[in-house]
């Protein structure tokens, strides 16, 4: 059970890990200009995508794998402990999020499928997550279910609504919202643990 907690952790530290030293090597990085995702480009788009080419993109790249895997160990650990098997899918979803998310690094900007596995990593997150919500009705953590289906719809519309500057201002809000979910799932991991 333990692990699931340090697994959830780790993924979610190595994801503002990643970000905060791909930005620190790339002064010229504006949140409110670019999309994080331009300090993963290669030298050859720099100009298509008028912002300088990244110093080391392999920090962003090499970072968003190390942290897909972390994600899809977690949602692994998640299915050992899971409750039920609807839990089982949702955890089994966040899996494939986390392939995603390594694939970002993969198909980095300048790539043909980057945008694909961009986008799709945020909505295989949200489905996977309205899954485990869904799961948490059936269980004794039915508060911690609502909260998760509640906050989901309402961070799309905010998504959607939001005038956003840039496109990593809206992104960094996916992430944040993505860790709120990983921790109130791994509150109902801890919670249990605590009441054995």
Known sequence: MKYIKYLGFSAIAAAWITIFAAIIVNPWFRIQNNALSDLGGTNTISNFFYHQAPADPYIYNVGLMV????????????????????????????????????L?????????????????FF?????????????????????????????????????????????????IFGVIVIDIMVLLHIYTFQKLKNNR
């Open 67 to 102: 942290t897909g895997l972390l994600i899809a160990l977690f949602a692994i650990a998640a299915i050992a402990n899971s409750r039920n098997s609807v839990e089982n899918t949702g955890s089994a979803f966040f899996i494939i999020a986390g392939l995603f998310l390594a």
């Open 104 to 120: 970002i690094g993969i198909y980095h900007e300048g790539t043909y499928p980057h945008d694909f596995v961009s986008i799709w």
């Open 123 to 171: 909505i295989i997150a949200s489905i996977a997550y309205a899954t485990i919500g869904i799961s948490l009705l059936f269980t004794k953590f039915r508060r911690v279910g609502i909260a998760i289906l509640i906050i989901l719809p309402v961070s799309w519309v905010l998504f959607i609504e939001i005038p956003w500057q840039s496109v990593a201002e809206d992104e």
